[in-house]
């Protein structure tokens, strides 16, 4: 048994002897031996879709589930618009699923991309996480009433001690005592990542189209951006570390992973394509896609899958109930987690 689409008929009153228009769909059971879509009275047999076009159908249909479960999100937001500060942080933060999921999607409409093209869109994923790593420090510091440009410190929490590990030690006291000037330096920490990532992302490009983008060029900008995004990732773990207690109410390690298990996802699971196409388990079948693009092509859809996943997580993450009148309650709940 076949599900199929009909019509569904409406009946006019004021038409002519009230003539039947039919609107929308309706189920139905095939007894033949095939599926489809019936849309305007033309069958569509979904199986005889080329596998190019159901990976786009499916990855299309992931993309529009993360837009949807984030746009729900960021509706609660904007109507419960009591802290600006805050909110506009965990905006551009759970944006951040549906950005990679439409990214990869494009990847995927247009499979036969150059390197250069490709390299484009990772760099938009890279540079948009950045900025997401440093607006989730703002977003801790606003928890707990710091600003920088302001010159706000909490007396409270000021001269508790940092303590530095290796490699850090080189260039800093292994024991800090906190103040304005060493908040300032985690800051910078996370902005220098928003600066160098899309200032290399450039540089790769335009050294592919001409050419010049030799293989030791290569492993010095991945060695000089993996410096860049693990100092921007310490300065978060460290300040976490310090205000773990004051920050647990806002259950700041769930909001973490979000952003981490994005990154995480996308780059281990590269890494393990790969390893699958250099001994042979990925193979191109088609003498006009070679195994680069396979492999593009399976990332991108496992992207699109996973954001779905997190646009989820995000709702529990990055609630609207503080703001929302239930901050009691929220608080109440955090410290039970």
Wanted: proline letters at 4%; one cysteine or more; glycine letters at 6%.
């Amino acid at each position: 048994m076949v599900w199929a689409f009909g019509r569904l008929a409406v009946t006019s009153a004021g038409d002519d002897g009230g003539r039947r228009r039919t609107t929308g769909l309706r189920r139905r059971t095939a007894t033949n031996g095939g599926g489809g879509i019936e849309v305007n009275g033309k069958m569509m047999d979904i199986t005889q879709f080329d596998p190019r076009t159901l990976t786009l159908l499916g990855a299309g249909t992931c993309v529009m589930l993360s837009m949807h479960f984030t746009v729900q999100l960021l509706s609660q937001h904007l109507f419960y618009w009591k802290n600006p500060k805050e909110q506009k942080a965990i905006i551009i933060i759970i944006l951040m699923a549906p950005i990679y999921a439409l990214d990869s999607f494009v990847g995927l409409v247009d499979i036969q991309g150059s390197k250069p093209f490709f390299t484009f869109l990772d760099s938009v994923k890279e540079c948009y996480e950045a900025l997401v790593i440093a607006k989730f420090l703002a977003l801790m510091y606003s928890y707990l009433n710091i600003s920088i440009s302001q010159n706000r410190v909490p007396d409270e929490i000021k001269g508790r001690e940092i303590h530095h590990s290796f490699p850090m030690t080189l260039f800093q006291p292994h024991v800090v005592h906190l103040d304005h000037y060493t908040l300032k330096l985690l800051k910078y920490w996370t902005w220098q990542f928003v600066i160098i990532r899309p200032m290399f992302s450039i540089l790769m490009i335009l050294l592919q189209l001409l050419g010049l983008y030799t293989s030791w060029v290569s492993w010095t900008v991945t060695i000089i951006l993996n410096i860049s995004v693990s100092l921007a990732l310490y300065s978060l773990m460290v300040f976490y570390h310090v205000f773990a207690k004051e920050l647990a109410p806002h259950r700041p390690l769930s909001k973490f992973l979000c952003i981490k298990g994005i990154v995480f996802f996308c780059f281990w699971q590269g890494i393990v394509i790969e390893i699958l196409a250099a001994v042979g388990v990925i193979k191109s079948h088609h003498f006009w896609l070679d195994v680069e693009h396979i492999e593009e092509a399976f990332q991108n859809v496992l992207v699109c899958l996973e954001m779905v996943v997190f646009s989820l997580i995000q709702q529990y993450a990055y609630p609207v109930a503080p703001y929302s009148g239930d901050m009691p309650g929220r608080l109440k709940s955090g410290k039970k987690d």
